[in-house]
């Protein structure tokens, strides 16, 4: 067969570079755009963030009023003087905490703030036992048991295992290694070295054992639940705690509570717990009785193009090199980190505008939301919609809220409307926090009372709410 050629004609959809990166920056959380732009100052030297002296940038405000038109990609500015002339029920967010770098004029600005070093539950322990005197074969044995304990506290290893462990010269037996461990349960914390959860909170009621006649019957008491009776104290059946110690209530109330001053993780204390922080992109404010959303300038990197390099390209326009391409790169980054943020500040109002009442009353108004829903009322595109909303959050009076907090699926109501499950999870709350401990509601009480304020829920929808709010079930809400 000879080879021929042929033309053919066909059609395909390309995104540009600069498309690519608009889409990249919008799904991005503010921690990771700032990431993202520290690399590109890093690689791009055209590329520069304006001088604090400079100023703030001028944050954009939408007002609920303000028509937004599909389709465009600014909404109109509030005025100056509403901004400025906020009226008496303004909330007004305070950012001046946030850590800044210091001057050149302050003489500790060069001195970089240090955390605290967080001492671990072992090395704890282990300068607790060098401060003892005992013998050197001891101690470590004390050492190998340290070892094996985990995070909470907790030793891990049967001292038969950790028997194994030790060398032939070491002439150590079992009993050795039991001395050793109830050295370890000596230290502080109180529970440290507990082979089960009865045994560290027995270990913290000795350490707590006072001293007058009445205190320590309650702690024999406690004493004895913990080492025979936790289940049932876990499960919350009096009947049978008052059956089986022969306590009466006030004993059993007092006990109880000794109880629930002990720590089941004692060790819990020395985990280094990392904290994350949340810099909110959106700000809400009720401005003449109307909500606004306004950008928060403590999440807008501001950024230009370098003066210098601006103005030697422009006297040069047949300039070869990397440079040129730079400063393109430069003024599409500038562009997209504008559009990301113009475009988070539309979603947001329009979320605003849909969500009044949950900003009015709480999240009993809470109104069922789809993304469809914002995406037809701006013109975009529901994925646009998804990625705004992912990890981007806004700052209002009652808190502050990923955008994706206000989009949740409904349930009918008997009146043919919908009510949204953020709602009815508040309305579970609220029935919880105010019930009888006594008599605590069932899930099955609770779908009867929904229901008679209109709202059909399932009794395994309530089961499956209230464990999304991390409520016990109704035995485990009952006290004494």
């Given at each position: 067969?000879?080879?021929?050629?042929?033309?053919?004609?066909?059609?395909?959809?390309?995104?540009?570079?600069?498309?690519?990166?608009?889409?990249?920056?919008?799904?991005?959380?503010?921690?990771?755009?700032?990431?993202?732009?520290?690399?590109?100052?890093?690689?791009?030297?055209?590329?520069?963030?304006?001088?604090?002296?400079?100023?703030?940038?001028?944050?954009?405000?939408?007002?609920?009023?303000?028509?937004?038109?599909?389709?465009?990609?600014?909404?109109?500015?509030?005025?100056?003087?509403?901004?400025?002339?906020?009226?008496?029920?303004?909330?007004?967010p305070d950012f001046s905490k946030t850590p800044r770098t210091g001057s050149d004029d302050d003489e500790d600005g060069d001195r970089a703030f240090v955390a605290p070093e967080t001492?671990?539950?072992?090395?704890?322990?282990?300068?607790?036992?060098?401060?003892?005197?005992?013998?050197?074969?001891?101690?470590?044995?004390?050492?190998?048991?340290?070892?094996?304990?985990?995070?909470?506290?907790?030793?891990?290893?049967?001292?038969?295992?950790?028997?194994?462990?030790?060398?032939?010269?070491?002439?150590?037996?079992?009993?050795?290694?039991?001395?050793?461990?109830?050295?370890?349960?000596?230290?502080?914390?109180?529970?440290?070295?507990?082979?089960?959860?009865?045994?560290?909170?027995?270990?913290?009621?000795?350490?707590?054992?006072?001293?007058?006649?009445?205190?320590?019957?309650?702690?024999?008491?406690?004493?004895?639940?913990?080492?025979?009776?936790?289940?049932?104290?876990?499960?919350?059946?009096?009947?049978?705690?008052?059956?089986?110690?022969?306590?009466?209530?006030?004993?059993?109330?007092?006990?109880?509570?000794?109880?629930?001053?002990?720590?089941?993780?004692?060790?819990?204390?020395?985990?280094?717990?990392?904290?994350?922080?949340?810099?909110?992109?959106?700000?809400?404010?009720?401005?003449?009785?109307?909500?606004?959303?306004?950008?928060?300038?403590?999440?807008?990197?501001?950024?230009?193009?370098?003066?210098?390099?601006?103005?030697?390209?422009?006297?040069?326009?047949?300039?070869?090199?990397?440079?040129?391409?730079?400063?393109?790169?430069?003024?599409?980054?500038?562009?997209?980190?504008?559009?990301?943020?113009?475009?988070?500040?539309?979603?947001?109002?329009?979320?605003?505008?849909?969500?009044?009442?949950?900003?009015?009353?709480?999240?009993?108004?809470?109104r069922p939301m789809v993304l469809r829903e914002i995406a037809e009322t701006l013109g975009l595109h529901e994925s646009t919609i998804s990625r705004v909303t992912t990890q981007k959050?806004?700052?209002?009076?009652?808190?502050?809220?990923?955008?994706?907090?206000?989009?949740?699926?409904?349930?009918?109501t008997e009146t043919g409307g919908a009510c949204s499950a953020t709602a009815i999870r508040a309305l579970i709350k609220q029935l919880v926090s105010g019930e009888d401990t006594k008599?605590?509601?069932?899930?099955?009480?609770?779908?009867?009372?929904?229901?008679?304020?209109?709202?059909?829920?399932?009794?395994?929808?309530?089961?499956?709410?209230?464990?999304?709010?991390?409520?016990?079930?109704?035995?485990?809400?009952?006290?004494?």
């Amino acid at each position: 067969m000879k080879p021929t050629l042929q033309f053919r004609l066909s059609q395909h959809l390309t995104l540009t570079p600069q498309l690519q990166q608009s889409i990249r920056l919008l799904q991005l959380s503010t921690v990771e755009l700032n990431q993202e732009i520290e690399k590109m100052l890093m690689e791009n030297p055209v590329l520069e963030r304006e001088d604090a002296e400079d100023g703030l940038t001028p944050s954009t405000t939408y007002s609920s009023q303000d028509p937004l038109v599909p389709g465009t990609t600014e909404a109109p500015a509030a005025p100056a003087s509403e901004s400025q002339d906020a009226g008496p029920d303004e909330w007004q967010p305070d950012f001046s905490k946030t850590p800044r770098t210091g001057s050149d004029d302050d003489e500790d600005g060069d001195r970089a703030f240090v955390a605290p070093e967080t001492v671990s539950l072992r090395q704890h322990l282990n300068d607790q036992l060098s401060l003892t005197n005992l013998p050197q074969r001891d101690r470590a044995l004390i050492g190998m048991l340290i070892d094996a304990v985990d995070d909470h506290g907790y030793l891990t290893q049967p001292l038969e295992e950790i028997a194994l462990l030790l060398p032939p010269e070491a002439d150590a037996d079992m009993e050795d290694l039991g001395i050793a461990l109830r050295h370890l349960q000596n230290m502080e914390p109180a529970g440290v070295g507990a082979r089960s959860p009865s045994e560290c909170l027995l270990l913290q009621i000795r350490a707590l054992m006072p001293e007058t006649d009445t205190d320590t019957r309650i702690a024999k008491l406690a004493t004895t639940i913990v080492e025979h009776h936790l289940e049932s104290l876990a499960q919350r059946d009096y009947s049978r705690l008052r059956q089986l110690t022969g306590a009466n209530d006030d004993d059993l109330r007092a006990a109880q509570r000794l109880i629930l001053r002990l720590n089941p993780h004692p060790g819990s204390a020395f985990s280094n717990v990392e904290t994350r922080y949340v810099i909110p992109d959106v700000v809400v404010r009720r401005i003449e009785g109307i909500w606004r959303a306004s950008l928060n300038p403590e999440a807008m990197p501001k950024l230009c193009i370098n003066r210098l390099y601006a103005s030697l390209l422009s006297g040069n326009r047949n300039s070869t090199g990397s440079m040129p391409g730079q400063l393109q790169e430069a003024r599409w980054l500038i562009k997209n980190v504008q559009q990301r943020f113009d475009t988070i500040l539309r979603v947001s109002q329009a979320i605003i505008d849909r969500q009044r009442h949950f900003f009015e009353h709480g999240e009993v108004a809470m109104r069922p939301m789809v993304l469809r829903e914002i995406a037809e009322t701006l013109g975009l595109h529901e994925s646009t919609i998804s990625r705004v909303t992912t990890q981007k959050y806004m700052a209002t009076p009652r808190g502050t809220y990923e955008l994706k907090y206000f989009f949740g699926s409904h349930v009918a109501t008997e009146t043919g409307g919908a009510c949204s499950a953020t709602a009815i999870r508040a309305l579970i709350k609220q029935l919880v926090s105010g019930e009888d401990t006594k008599a605590p509601l069932s899930d099955s009480r609770i779908s009867q009372i929904l229901g008679q304020q209109g709202i059909v829920v399932a009794r395994r929808t309530i089961a499956k709410y209230r464990e999304s709010l991390q409520i016990p079930p109704v035995n485990l809400r009952k006290s004494l």
